[in-house]
């Protein structure tokens, strides 16, 4: 399935084949299962050597120790790549954040004049009602009293 964050999609949906493998050894060599299966491979080959159900490599165990050399030495600048390539997305991930933080940041802006204007223009209305209020109180206190004499008497 496709990255949809489009960092992902330049850095590993249109990564170069040897940067896929760079990144799928170093994921490996930095798995559980590789411990365990190197961990196997190292008892097998000192118990093979040392019960001689195979001797090629007595004591000292000089060819396993070129074999640890040997995978140290290709490593290395594999984890150097993945590590680089980590760097670089986590750049370009944040330049990419940042960037949408600048819209989101404009779009808050824009809301927030908006409703500063629609703040003002309730105000404004409310503004009038409490005028128009005032006028219809002040009409209706000048007008003369209907309830005629009763009314009067009862305040």
């Known amino acids: 399935m496709p990255s949809r964050h489009p960092v992902n999609q330049m ?3 249109h990564a170069p084949l040897g940067q896929r493998i760079a990144d799928a050894v170093t994921g490996f ?4 299962r590789f411990i365990i299966v190197q961990t196997l491979i190292v008892a097998a080959w000192v ?3 040392i019960y ?3 001797h090629f490599d007595p004591y000292p165990f000089i060819f396993l120790n070129l074999a640890f050399s040997t995978q140290a030495a290709y490593a ?3 984890i150097l790549l993945a590590s680089n390539r980590a760097a670089l997305r986590d750049r370009l991930t944040l330049e990419h954040t940042a960037s949408q933080s600048d819209v989101e940041e404009g779009q808050n802006e824009r809301l927030l004049r908006g409703n500063t204007e629609i703040l003002k223009r309730v105000e404004g209305l409310e503004q009038r009602i409490l005028e128009l209020e005032a006028r219809i109180v002040a009409r209706l206190d000048s007008l003369p009293s209907a309830a005629g004499p009763a009314a009067d008497e009862a305040s």
Do not use: E, K, Q, T
């Open 11 to 13: 850095l590993i949906d």
């Open 76 to 78: 290395a600048p594999l």
């Open 47 to 49: 118990a093979g050597n």
């Open 29 to 32: 060599m930095g798995s559980w």
């Open 52 to 54: 001689l159900i195979f």
